[in-house]
């Protein structure tokens, strides 16, 4: 067991603003700091603490937040947060004291190569990494339609941000679609946004640096069904996002074998805390059995 940690929940907030910023305009406003995407699919733009581990200063954050607010104002993006709680004690209750929302809040689990227990494989099942483009292809389509967010040509990005749900606001589920991301979907806005980034780096490029971010398909006699991806690692932290499963192969266990995939393979990448939220208790479930254990909350609010 790893435990609730102020310094594992500042090591996985530090790491998610690091691989974040590598794509995204970084905007640092003191405390607070914005992570702008070019791309407009709203849950790609989000705003984390400045200095994970630190004391929260709620002058200071307050007085930050105008400045905020107009960068994602004239980039044309709503500002919302996306936080580990543990990282910065008291900082999601500053921001609620000045006016935000709390959307969600969701157990952060943690789970490393050498922890995962790897489902069986069932037969006529192959799990691979993504490498080439007609691979990137299959999984926008798939996280297309599971979450139901046009995912286009992959515009996400390489990297991917942490958002759960676009049809469920921060929880995951359902997106209404005869393609439904699998119960043990991580909270689906990262989701989508991740599977886009690793599809589009692989269709750039038909052997992708898989520190940047990739994913794994499985195919069921040659045809996809499911697929998880890993967001870019940054100081061996990476999130385990983008898990979703065709309707017609849920319930087989398709998405607990993805994410265990997924884990190993950001591992040989660098990765070597993997973390991920999951959207309801039906994916905590199935997580927990992976062996993934919770260590802190993530927190996300938005403008009220």
């Not at 910023?21 to 733009?45: I, K, M, N, Q, Y």
């Not at 200095?51 to 104002?73: E, I, Q, S, Y």
């Not at 040509?153 to 439904?180: C, K, L, N, Q, R």
């Not at 794994?216 to 979703?244: F, K, Q, R, Y």
């Amino acid at each position: 067991m790893h435990g609730t940690s102020t310094d594992l929940a500042a090591r996985v907030a530090a790491g998610q603003l690091a691989g974040a910023g590598r794509t995204r305009h970084v905007v640092e406003c003191g405390p607070l700091t914005g992570l702008l995407h070019a791309d407009p699919l709203w849950f790609l733009s989000y705003a984390v603490a400045t200095h994970p581990g630190t004391p929260t200063d709620p002058d200071a954050v307050t007085t930050a937040l105008p400045a905020l607010r107009d960068a994602f104002d004239n980039a044309g993006r709503a500002l919302r947060f996306e936080l580990v709680d543990e990282a910065n004690p008291g900082l999601a209750d500053v921001l609620v004291g000045a006016g935000l929302t709390v959307t969600g809040r969701y157990p952060l689990l943690v789970c490393t190569a050498a922890e995962v227990t790897v489902p069986a494989t069932p037969p006529g099942v192959v799990v691979e990494r993504v490498r080439t483009a007609g691979q990137a292809h299959a999984v926008q389509a798939l996280s297309a339609a599971a979450f139901g967010v046009d995912l286009g040509s992959g515009s996400a990005g390489p990297s991917a941000g942490p958002d759960p749900g676009p049809a469920v606001e921060p929880g995951g589920g359902s997106a209404g679609s005869s393609v439904e991301p699998d119960p043990a979907s991580a909270a689906a806005g990262s989701s989508a946004s991740a599977s886009a980034s690793a599809a589009a780096a692989s269709v750039s490029s038909v052997e992708p640096d898989p520190a940047d971010g990739g994913s794994v398909l499985a195919t069921l006699d040659g045809e996809p069904v499911a697929t998880a991806a890993w967001t870019a690692v940054a100081g061996g932290v990476t999130e385990i996002v983008g898990v979703a499963t065709l309707a017609a192969h849920r319930s087989r266990g398709l998405g607990g074998l993805v994410t265990a995939h997924a884990v190993l393979a950001a591992a040989e990448a660098g990765g070597a805390l993997p973390w991920l939220t999951p959207g309801d208790d039906g994916a905590d479930r199935v997580y927990r059995r992976l062996g993934f254990t919770p260590v802190a909350t993530a927190v996300h609010l938005a403008i009220g």
